[in-house]
């Protein structure tokens, strides 16, 4: 994480947007006073990103055991 006083921020901005594109976290102070965040953006998983990570059991919809009394 970068801390940066709001004019040096200013100054050098697409400097500091890069460092953020590659994902580093900016926090902008004023007066040694932190007032604003930047960081990048969070990419949502891909579809078929889990792809061999989870499994299902054999039984998976077979009733339990434990609640049969509940549905009868």
């Given at each position: 994480m970068t801390k940066l006083e709001i004019n040096q921020f200013q100054s050098d901005l697409s400097k500091y947007l890069d460092l953020v594109i590659k994902g580093e976290k900016i926090v902008i102070t004023q007066n040694d006073k932190p007032?604003?965040?930047?960081?990048?953006?969070?990419?949502?998983?891909?579809?078929?990103?889990?792809?061999?990570?989870?499994?299902?059991?054999?039984?998976?919809?077979?009733?339990?055991?434990?609640?049969?009394?509940?549905?009868?």
């Open positions: 007032v604003a965040e930047i960081s990048p953006i969070q990419h949502p998983l891909k579809r078929g990103s889990a792809k061999g990570k989870v499994w299902m059991s054999s039984d998976f919809n077979e009733p339990l055991e434990d609640f049969q009394d509940y549905m009868e």
